[in-house]
């Protein structure tokens, strides 16, 4: 598995509370895996993907399924957050892992751009998928970001839920638009604010979470933001 790889050297398996959508506030450890098939102009995670400003050699780490998941054993923590980059790349080498760790009790949450289905077996295993499908504003095109097919496979997932990424008001029209073409009900659409400052969060929540208010969505906060900052392991 591809995993990406702190300064010092460790993979990127850290033990925290989850920030963002409908767990927020839960205690989890977190698996960081390297690589995307998308480029979002304002991710904050450019070092899982963007060789053309960071070094693949220094930032990622091959490690087996076992290694990983004695890494994540160490914790005490059987909730397990899978996330990126983009997952889902990887879902191949992931179904080993998650199904020798639910058999010791463990929940999984994956976060993912939805532009790429589960395999049956990933969609059995998996209690809750994030899946934050990327609006005009993070900078791909319509073809890279959009995927139906993918997008109504997670839809038809009961346990999945729809966090977009919100940097304008007039990003809330492209949430529409999708929540009417994949007949999403609003119980299962979350509007998270972009944002890696807590000054910059504070603005557009503001606004956004009462456009939540009268549009009757779900808010989803950066709580690690407001926590620990832009700050790598946490």
């Known amino acids: 598995m591809k995993v990406s790889c702190r300064p010092e050297g460790r993979p990127e398996i850290f033990h925290t509370l989850q920030g963002e959508g409908t767990m927020a506030g839960t205690p989890a450890v977190f698996l960081r895996l390297a690589q995307c098939n998308l480029a979002c102009t304002w991710c904050d995670t450019k070092y ?27 914790y005490g923590c059987s909730h397990l957050v899978i996330t990126g980059g983009e997952p889902m790349l990887q879902q191949d080498q992931m179904a080993g892992l998650v199904r020798s760790l639910k058999g010791r009790g463990f ?34 095109t319509s073809e890279e970001r959009y995927v139906p097919e993918a997008l109504k496979s997670f839809a038809a997932i009961s346990q999945a839920y729809f966090k977009f990424v919100v940097t304008r008001e ?14 999403l009900s609003r119980e299962r659409v979350l509007l998270s604010p972009e944002g890696r400052t807590s000054s910059v969060l504070q603005e557009r929540s503001d606004w956004l979470s009462q456009l939540c208010v009268n549009e ?8 690690h933001i407001y926590l620990w900052g832009d700050t790598r392991g946490r």
């Not at 007039?170 to 007949?183: A, N, T």
């Open 48 to 74: 899982t993907w963007d060789w053309k400003n960071y070094d693949f050699q220094k930032e990622v780490v091959e490690l087996s399924p076992e290694h990983v998941e004695n890494e994540v054993l160490q």
């Open 107 to 140: 929940t999984f949450e994956v976060e993912t751009n939805g532009t790429i289905a589960p395999t049956p077996e990933m969609g059995a295993l998996i209690d809750q998928w994030n899946v934050s499908p990327k609006l005009d504003t993070s900078g791909n």
């Open 170 to 183: 007039s990003d809330v029209e492209e949430v529409r638009r999708l929540m009417d073409e994949m007949s």
């Open 216 to 223: 009757n969505l779900r808010f989803s906060p950066r709580l």
